[in-house]
């Protein structure tokens, strides 16, 4: 698809530059298709300096770092808006004044490329069911292109790829969703895995407002596009938006997976996932036959109950994107069914991090019960919840609480880094600690 002619020459202000790739990719994009654009973070030159020397190679980018402006949200085209923007935004508030549209990348993408999309949101398993819809999707032999809150990828540059006769696959965080609402258009299908608390720092603790926002994945659904209910969320979505659904309903659990379906991927949720991937491929045409074989040879997704290594014995697991009680729950309770002697506690937990003002009481509970040991990373969730494990140690950093697990952990226990809490202040972002376990776990040499 030649897109250019949407963006050469159109005055656009892109609000978050950021460190992950999709802001960085949807900058170098934007300015290869000859925008003018600026460029506005609240982060500074030097720690954004892995991303601006990425775009060196355009000179003319004008780069407002360490501050927004309020008169880079005027006289402009478009507003490209990243991900986690406050709602309450004045930067954002100043463009609707002024009449200037809003735009995300995944949503602008969906606008331009008009190709059938599916896709997937919740607060957990989003990103598990939108690789298993990839890797179902590739094995039917169907053209995908891959997007959404996908680390390192920006959708908008998937653009270039579009030819017409591509499904583009989604994962979409409630932030993402954001953008689908401002230009009413929701994804084909649709898939909504469930709905607990999460980022209620940035609700302001109101669910009706994160709910509210995650909706945005159907309410604006066609007849004959179909939406993709998980059991846990069928009664939190009916109730307050039952009328507005236009799409064909589909509610799939774990118990609508057939019981001879062997998954690599353990655990009760991930039957849950594969349900629903299964479901949203069947609206897709896709057959049974061709889903079981690819469920069936699904290996999971990096940072989410990944088995990265076994050495003498010890399997590692990386669960870095378990950043709320309920993910790390449901990943403690995998593994200790997965371990030989399942209640032995087999598991030695690192965990802990920043404070996301969450119900942890279960997760106290679960960590407990399953794990011989817990070692936690310091921080403000980490200090919330420390009296409860008056023995558990602390740390500043990785690499001390995963000598204190390599050294706690015997021949057929399981090392996992589930930290329930949100990354800030010790790491850069939750893949970035889940690189640096990666990393520790490839160090350790052979047995």
Request: hydrophobic letters at 45%; charged letters at 25%.
């Amino acid at each position: 698809m030649d897109a250019a002619a949407h963006f050469k020459g159109k005055k656009i202000t892109v609000m978050g530059l950021g460190l992950l790739g999709r802001g960085l990719g949807d900058v170098r994009y934007l300015a290869s298709q000859g925008a003018d654009l600026i460029v506005t973070d609240l982060k500074t030159r030097e720690q954004l300096a892995s991303s601006l020397a990425a775009l060196a190679a355009f000179p003319d980018i004008t780069f407002v770092l360490g501050e927004h402006r309020p008169e880079d949200f005027r006289d402009r085209d478009f507003i490209l808006k990243a991900a986690g923007v406050p709602l309450d935004s004045p930067y954002i508030n100043e463009a609707r004044e002024n009449g200037i549209p809003i735009k995300m990348s995944a949503s602008w993408f969906a606008e331009i490329a008009r190709i059938p999309i599916v896709g997937i949101t919740g607060t957990r398993g989003k990103s598990t069911v939108t690789h298993m819809i990839q890797w179902i999707f590739e094995h039917a032999k169907k053209k995908i292109l891959l997007g959404g809150n996908v680390r390192g990828v920006s959708t908008l540059a998937l653009l270039d790829q579009v030819q017409g006769n591509e499904v583009a696959i989604m994962e979409l965080d409630s932030w993402q969703l954001q953008g689908f609402g401002e230009v009413g258009i929701s994804p084909d299908i649709a898939v909504f895995t469930n709905l607990f608390p999460d980022h209620l720092n940035y609700y302001k603790n109101s669910m009706v407002a994160y709910l509210d926002d995650k909706a945005q994945i159907f309410v604006n659904q066609k007849e004959g596009d179909t939406l993709v209910l998980g059991r846990q969320v069928e009664e939190i979505v009916r109730e307050p938006y039952g009328d507005r659904i236009k799409g064909n309903v589909v509610i799939a659990g774990e118990q609508d997976l057939p019981a001879d379906w062997k998954l690599k991927v353990p655990g009760a949720h991930n039957r849950y996932n594969a349900a629903l991937a299964r479901a949203a491929a069947h609206a897709a045409g896709i057959d049974d036959s061709s889903i079981r074989e690819a469920l069936e040879t699904f290996t999971g997704v990096p940072g989410r109950l990944e088995l990265v290594r076994t050495v003498d014995g010890v399997a590692y697991y990386n669960d870095t994107t378990a950043t709320t009680p309920e993910a790390a729950i449901a990943a403690l309770t995998a593994l200790n069914d997965s371990l030989a002697a399942p209640g032995t506690g087999g598991i030695v937990l690192v965990t802990g991090g920043a404070d996301k003002a969450l119900d942890m009481s279960a997760y106290v509970e679960t960590a407990k019960r399953l794990a011989k040991r817990i070692i936690f990373l310091a921080g403000t969730g980490t200090e919330r919840i420390r009296g409860e494990f008056p023995d558990a140690p602390i740390f500043n950093d990785l690499e001390s609480a995963f000598e204190d697990a390599r050294a706690h952990a015997s021949s057929g226990d399981a090392v996992i880094l589930s930290p329930a809490f949100a990354s800030f202040g010790m790491f850069r972002n939750e893949f970035d600690r889940g690189d640096q376990f990666n990393a520790l776990v490839a160090s350790l040499p052979d047995a």
